[in-house]
């Protein structure tokens, strides 16, 4: 979906997610406009936390260091959110350790 002509329906769609408790545990956002990924992340991120300064999500670099660090910080209770957020803004560029890192969590994420 084309985050920059569909902006309003997207978030009523992720509001909804939220409203029925139906967000799944991970959202992978891609596409050309990265602007608009980052836009959208940052907008569900204020809208989970509804306050700032934000404390549970994270935004990340591509290496395995990063990864561990994001890991370490997604395997704590949220304190505000009813979710943790990470973000890898350059997620096409993750080290191969890192991919494989952040794989491994994707498929047995925490509670």
Known sequence: ?????NKEHLKKTFQNLVK????SHSYI??????????EFADWLTNYLEK???LIDAMMIGVGIDD????IRFLWQK???SQK???????????????????????EDPPE
Do not use: C, S, W
């Open 78 to 80: 949220p304190v505000k």
């Open 51 to 53: 306050e700032t300064p």
């Open 1 to 5: 979906m084309d985050y920059t002509h």
């Open 20 to 23: 029925n408790n139906a967000l």
């Open 67 to 70: 990864v561990r660090e994001g």
């Open 84 to 106: 943790k957020t990470l973000i890898i803004p350059d997620g096409e560029n993750l080290t191969d350790e890192a991919q494989n890192a952040i794989l491994k969590i994707a």
């Open 29 to 38: 956002f891609f596409g050309e406009d990265k602007n608009a990924q980052l």
